[in-house]
């Protein structure tokens, strides 16, 4: 009867990454995957008057390099996929009025970046765009500001939060192009709520969607983990990476050997942040600028995706509302 | 070279639409469609503790009744594709907390109803999924006081304002009946600024980005405003669809004859509310109660839908930026 009982995406005409773009803060700049990326800031306020302006500009900027570098112009591109964690995704919203280009807006925290990949090849691989770029941010003092503190305060960080990072990651997707990483298959994820409550620990928060979806997209694609080079998630931090990696052995599988966070990477962790990086930049601005030369230069040739969101909002935590988690997939291939 | 100048999106293969459900208000609930919605609330917390959670459980219940009504069940729908006002889309994404379906989380304002639409075509259409249900939800209570002042203040609105409707639509799409009003073209909207600032004035924020759409949807297709029964616009209201109308006549096309916006027939504009209804409620309520039927018994063949939406935050109006506006369109008929 339930021809697809896991719902796994199957995109049989793969669309290409063909490029990407990174562009972060100098704190991202000094961490572990400082040389990698395409560009690097020494303001963060990136010469505008706010926090939410350099963000958008960021985003901008990322979305430019990454048509650029796949050598094309903003008129060949159907689509622009993204969002961003600032409230009504304003980031997001703007950087698209710079672009005379289709725009899905959307929305599922940090888990958006693989959400616009899933949505951007969906459309290439039905037949509704030949490229589409796809691009989310954000920035730590915007999210900081926004979902806890004012930064003059200088609040203490308790030792499991993650430290939001300021970056924007762009992507250039193609169903022209060839021999370049492909999205073979994807999970769209479901949300999962293990009642959470700690709005600083979003690495416990979205560890069980994130084990959900991974084991969903095993089983429905009859995969294993050994079967891919990398099982990157992002951001469970180190914290949530110990989580994650429990859960998915009590459901059987073992990924122990190749499961890597980007939120763990990102920083050197002995510093201040303690759990590692988050934000909706962090997964994208990592596999941008570090995860994705591998695939290109076949060093590594399949992995797995996973980006988690927690979903909540300051009203929902302040009602006492539980901190749901969401985590999307997608396998990129050398075919 | 460009073989899709006007980026529009064809749905060869068209999912049908089989059902929607409409919740809503008592302020709703006394308008002109009063009798065509499936389910009014007397009390517009619906017996819960804050409105953000009456909120949800409106969306939650739209979401039941059109899966009830398409004679389905939860485990049949491969996707749910939603949105909301609240920062963070809180009302979808603790919805989809309630299902057991992979979620799409999307944010474009008051246009959300018709991009959900569209990435569940697409989804559909392409093979990615067989049934999909989208919804979105406003409310008058929660949208007030995040985005403008505490109800408890009593501020006095302005004649330029809409009202918030208090409402939530769902849809159910799929690839497998036939026989249904069907989704066979689509334009995703650009954002366009005109510079709007008055956050009190969304209809004339709106109404640029709404003709620019209808615009490169007509080029697109070869079609000309009277080859639909209806346009329906959500939510320009009674100013925002004058401006509408004129843009439209300065681009050669004449919509007066069969133009109609979903905030401005909701209400009995005589009243307080001025300009007539918005939201991310009011378009998918108003086509889920009056419209949708029109066409399922072939009373109208052909519309074309066109939401609206105003790209804001306090946080971007506050540091004294304009309000752009993005339309997103679908073609809906009876093949």
Chains 1, 2 share one sequence.
Not at 109 to 125: D, F, G, L, N, Q
Not at 129 to 156: I, W
Not at 203 to 209: E, F, R
Not at 293 to 304: A, D, G, Q
Request: aromatic share 8%; with cysteine; glycine share 10%.
């Amino acid at each position: 009867m339930i021809k697809n009982p896991y719902k796994t995406v199957f995109f049989e005409n793969s669309p290409s990454v063909i490029s990407t773009y990174s562009i972060v803060g100098e704190k991202e700049a000094n961490g572990n995957l400082g040389k990698h990326f395409d560009q690097t800031l020494s303001d963060d306020r990136f010469g505008e008057t706010t926090y939410e302006k350099a963000e958008c500009k960021m985003l901008s900027a990322a979305v430019k390099g990454a048509i650029k570098k796949a050598g094309y112009n903003e008129k060949e591109m159907d689509l622009f996929v993204g969002g961003d964690l600032l409230n009504q995704i304003i980031s997001a919203s703007f950087t698209a009025r710079d672009f005379e280009i289709p725009f899905l807006g959307l929305y599922n925290a940090c888990s958006t970046i693989v959400e616009s990949v899933i949505v951007a090849s969906m459309a290439i691989s039905g037949g509704f765009a030949e490229n589409a770029v796809v691009g989310t941010v954000s920035h730590f003092s915007t999210a900081e500001r926004q979902y806890r503190y004012p930064l003059e305060l200088g609040s203490v960080r308790p030792p499991q939060s993650q430290w939001t990072v300021t970056g924007a990651g762009s992507f250039v997707l193609s169903g022209v192009d060839k021999g370049y990483p492909s999205v073979t298959s994807a999970t769209i994820g479901k949300v999962v709520d293990y009642g959470v409550t700690d709005v600083n620990n979003m690495g416990a928060a979205m560890a069980p969607s994130c084990a959900s979806t991974l084991v969903r997209h095993l089983k429905g694609t009859g995969t294993r983990p050994e079967d891919y080079d990398l099982i990157l998630t992002g951001d469970l931090g180190a914290l949530g990476s110990k989580i994650f990696d429990k859960l998915v052995k009590d459901d059987g599988f073992d990924v122990s050997l190749n499961h890597v966070d980007c939120g763990d990477i990102i920083y050197d962790t002995v510093e201040s942040e303690f759990q590692g990086g988050s934000g909706a930049g962090c997964g994208a601005v990592v596999f941008a600028s570090y995860v994705y030369p591998l695939l290109k230069e076949k060093k590594i040739n399949k992995i797995l995706f996973l980006a988690t969101g927690a979903l909540l909002s300051t009203v929902s935590s302040g009602q006492g509302e539980s901190i749901p988690g969401i985590t999307h997939a997608v396998c990129l291939e050398n075919l």
